[in-house]
């Protein structure tokens, strides 16, 4: 009988068998200092996946900002603003593909601390640019330090997680990046675009000083044989008078059954090859949600409509939204089936971009820029569009429509992608089959992110403005 595609149980799919330890007294002795421990540990990690929301949207108040700079060597055209928005991608590809190797070879711990490397010298760079190289090689090094946290912190925190809150630690990191691209929307209201890449650096020194004094995975000590350093890590995190042998015992055997790798007979076996290939499939749709342009350009995409608000102000509210559409989801996922989000969501981000493009053909344009880091005077619409200051209750379709497109976002295509992933993939298959996920994902971001401003500036498509553009 052939084996479940989703919902899978079994030895073969569960990351941390759960059955119940010999004495269920010695768990409820497990008090509020092992989750203090787990929490703190925790907060460490998932600074990285702060900074990498932080990094991830930094090109959204910078780009208007350098386009209209007086400096020639920073003056960006728009096929160079294109190259500084999705260059982040290339780098998340590469750090997430290093992932695999650095995950097994230093430890999810030094792997989180070793990308505070790129991350601290990508934000020098761009904070102290004198030319584009220096912004793009910056901007190239955020994003490959933001692959390798993304796709090592989540391993970090489901193996020192007690099963207890292992949910919801879980979610920590999706948080964490979501409420790192709020901050960067809200700095971008009071900061000048060299100071948000100093501030960049803050979570990043933060993080490398917590982790310091943090255990390793007691999982990946167990997997070189240092047990007794396992033990010890174990213990640490679940307090001194907790009983960790019964959970020692788990994540031994645990590690037992995934020490040997899907071979390539086996990975063509049905079973195996169709949740790769389900997996990779939802990664690809997600990204065709066109999410990370979205994220990239926001405050661009406000600053060429016409729109009752400051176009940083509104982009600051969609940021707003976009963490509360996070933690509401994060919290009723389980209510509902997953086929049912993923509809409901794709219908929700269905609407909400053709509003925004029928108002962004039909509406009215600003006579000039919204805010002095305008993108142009001119609107993404057509020519023949009325001239109109942006007034009225009209003007606020460009904010609900974003608003709506996060919100229907964070509900389906977000997260589910990234569940599904754990869900349906067999253990053995699991880290190859992540890495290739991965590279999908980000490289169909690069696309995206890279043809994004041509597109929307090509004469040709009828939706910028006559001539050809800088």
């Known amino acids: 009988m052939q084996e479940p595609l989703l919902g899978a149980e079994g030895p073969d799919y569960d990351t941390f068998p759960e059955k119940p ?92 601390m070793f990308s505070a490397v790129p991350s601290a010298a990508g934000y020098a760079l761009m904070a102290g640019a004198h030319g584009l190289w220096m912004l793009l090689l910056g901007r190239t090094l955020t994003g490959f330090a933001g692959g390798l946290t993304a796709a090592c912190i989540p391993v970090y925190v489901s193996e020192i997680a007690p099963p207890g809150v292992r949910g919801a630690l879980g979610a920590t990191p999706q948080l964490m990046a979501v409420f790192g691209s709020l901050s960067l929307y809200a700095l971008g209201l009071l900061l000048p675009w060299r100071w948000l890449a100093v501030a960049g650096e803050a979570p990043v020194l933060v993080m490398i000083l917590l982790l310091s004094f943090m255990p390793n995975s007691p999982r990946f000590l167990l997997s070189r044989g240092r047990d007794e350093e396992a033990l010890r890590a174990l213990a640490w995190l679940r307090g001194t008078d907790a009983d960790v042998h019964w959970e020692f015992e788990q994540i031994q055997d645990n590690v037992r059954r995934q020490s040997s790798r899907v071979s390539w007979a086996e990975a063509r076996a049905p079973h195996v090859c169709r949740p790769i290939a389900v997996a990779l499939l939802m990664r690809l749709l997600q990204q065709l949600t066109g999410i990370t342009p979205i994220l990239v350009y926001l405050q661009s995409i406000f600053d060429s409509t016409a729109v009752l608000l400051p176009p940083k102000d509104d982009a600051a509210i969609v940021g707003a939204v976009r963490l509360l559409s996070v933690l509401i989801a994060a919290l009723t996922m389980d209510l509902a089936g997953r086929k049912v989000l993923l509809f409901v969501s794709a219908a929700i981000m269905f609407a909400a971009n053709l509003t925004l493009g029928l108002y962004i053909h039909f509406g009215p344009r600003p006579l000039s820029p919204n805010s002095t880091a305008g993108l142009e005077s001119e609107s993404w619409g057509n020519l023949a569009q009325p001239l109109a200051a942006p007034a009225g209750y009209l003007t606020l379709v460009p904010l609900l429509a974003t608003m709506f497109f996060i919100m229907g976002y964070a509900m389906g295509w977000g997260p589910i992608t990234w569940l599904l992933m754990s869900e349906v993939l067999p253990l053995r298959a699991r880290g190859v089959a992540s890495g290739l996920c991965v590279l999908a994902s980000w490289l169909t971001a690069f696309v995206l992110t890279k043809s994004f401003l041509p597109v929307v500036w090509s004469p040709q498509w009828g939706c910028g403005r006559a001539g050809n553009p800088e």
């Open 21 to 112: 330890p010999p004495s269920p007294g010695d768990r409820a002795r497990v008090g509020a200092l092992q989750n203090k421990r787990v929490f703190l540990a925790t907060f460490a990690a998932v600074l990285g996946n702060f900074s990498f929301g932080y990094a991830l949207v930094y090109t959204s108040p910078v780009i208007p900002a350098l386009e209209h700079s007086l400096d020639p060597d920073l003056h960006l055209t728009k096929s160079q603003a294109s190259w500084f928005g999705s260059v982040f991608t290339l780098g998340a590809a590469a750090g997430g593909l290093s992932a695999m190797i650095l995950n097994d070879l230093l430890g999810r711990k030094l792997s989180i």
